[in-house]
């Protein structure tokens, strides 16, 4: 219908003057408020009332946390937003609470040895209260989101058993004796952990006792949890069996401790995620979910970048003292999302990956600097801190992730994956390296200056870049995989030029050095597993027997310098022949070396990997079908009504 114009008669076309049309107003928003107002006394049962007021009705600022891009604040203190705690029941106003961050002098803490992300632990406090968030309590816990979730459906997407037709037992005699050898080592590792360090996280093995540390906030039994998987693929069955009762009956979430984020969700919520989706034993599920939970506060920063070390009660997040600035650490923040993914879908709960893909947002909006991804990033900015990049310690798995998070995702994540083909196109371009003598290596890079140093973290890169190169989209497939060999051929190679056959912490490629450590505090090993990793990806990817044996060489190696009469133990000096021991048995030794050499030495079935994905501890991540779990749940749904 075409409206005319008439003279006298206002433009509105409904033939009513000024006045009267602003008393028409006053009447209609009158009435449209004494509706909405209604809402609050009907029931809470009617629909209507569901549908307007749930979202609102116990409100929660959760400032920073839910923040994005465009609500980043600057870096002035003043500016940082304190989240809120919500008052219990509905309509409470939430009261906005403005905090400057507080620095506290750095604490003196142990040396870490357990992760490419951190080597020193003096963390100073930039305490930002936790923010309430009013969806912090999971559906496991309340029902209120989504329906429960369905180990069957689960269990019916899976391409293959998860333990393949026979536990991946190889037919040829000698990879059996040597799959053996290695289940006998982690049975060792196992008995003496138990016998003298049980329910504390790590043994020291030669003065028989246990190691709590201070990297998991209180909580204990890093070793347990780090292993139940590895048990229960082995077969080590009555282990398992008391694995899990700990964990059922001493795994106390309740702690007040300070805890590295980073560690206690790779290791902690990692090995508790693989350890109910190879069982479906529920109590995993529940323990898993009640942990996440404890780590969301940490998010509440300016820009939903999470801070590095966070207590377990209170909910105060804070930076490690030696990261510059106050700065988080890219591995660190970056090493979330496979755990959060699964949080999400146990619990029914969209917060957890609300918060890795702020995250993930943040990191594929800013500029980065020839492609690259420098290490240090600021929480309250948002922007870059430092220009130093490693594929090794501080930068490692935020790679690993990427690539990842696109397989886990059933390669439906398309952003995860453009942005690993990208940065490894940066790397490739600005880091990868040949030495004179012909070897591969991937060096670091100090503000547009190369580092010629390769750590022994940053050689789990032969791994991912072989299980990457698949879904290269330019078509070089061979390319990736034969970087992803060569980068491993230097590994072995940082191994074969010791005198114990075991890779030093970190070799150099320059003044002379090829793949062999120049300093004395380099010349370590502490059982890290990277380039056993990547010798396992190897291995399915090429079937080059080469792998197998270099595996073998290193479980040798492990047996002659590194097993003492109480456990496994760390050397100090890989080019020394008569060892010293560091005393320590890590986790990660249990979780992811042993681990990794078991599949070394299994067939292809065992844990397929069109069906799993590893976390960077080595726990088994199942690749998510979205579609073919909903089709399943809603069977299951279908007969449960038939039932009813
Ligand atoms: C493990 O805890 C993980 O692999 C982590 O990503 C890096 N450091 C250790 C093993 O070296």
Known sequence: MVLRKLPGVSASGMGLRLSQKFVFLLFLSGLVTLCFGALFFLPDTVRLKRIFLSKNENPAVTVGSDSVLSKKVPGDPEHQRAGLKVSEGANVKPKVSRKPSVTHGAR????????????????ARAHEPAAGDERVTSAAHSGEHGRAYSYEAFKKCLLKPALGKNQGTPSDSETLQRREKVKEMMKFAWDNYKRYAWGQNELRPLTRNGHIGNMFGGLRGA??????????????????????????????????????????NIRYVGGLLSAYYLTGAEIFKQKVVEL?????????????????????????SWSWGWASAGSSILAEFGTLHLEFIHLSQLSGNPLFTEKVMNIRKLLNKIEKPHGLYPNFLSPVSGNW?????????????????????????????????KMYYSAMEAIETNLVQKSPGGLTYVAEWRGGILDHKMGHLACFSGGMMGIGAEDEPAGHKQHYLDLAAEITHTCHESYSRSATKLGPEAFRFDAGAEATATRMSDRYYILRPEVIESYMYMWRLTHDPKYRQWGWEAVEALEKHCRVDAGFSGIRDVYASTVSHDNMQQSFFLSETLKYLYLLFSDDDLLP?????????????????KRCLQEHSNTQDDEQTNLE
Request: glycine residues 8%.
């Open 292 to 316: 996440g939970e404890k780590l969301l506060p940490a998010f509440n920063t300016p820009t939903g970048i999470p801070r590095g070390v966070i207590n377990l009660g209170s909910g105060t």
């Open 385 to 417: 801190v430092q220009h130093h990049v490693s594929i090794g310690g501080l930068g490692d798995s935020f790679y690993e992730y990427l690539i990842k998070s696109f397989l886990m995702s059933d390669k439906t994540d398309q952003e995860a994956k």
């Open 108 to 123: 003196t803490v142990e040396r870490s040895v357990g992760s490419r992300a951190q080597d020193e632990r003096s963390p």
């Open 609 to 625: 990997l069109d069906d799993w994905v590893f976390n960077t501890e080595a726990h088994p991540l199942p690749v998510i079908r």
């Open 223 to 264: 070793s347990i949890v780090d292993s139940l998987d590895t048990l229960y693929i082995m077969g080590l069955m009555e282990e398992y069996e008391e694995a899990k009762e700990w964990v059922q009956n001493n795994l106390d979430l309740i702690s007040n401790g300070e805890a590295s984020l980073f560690e206690v």
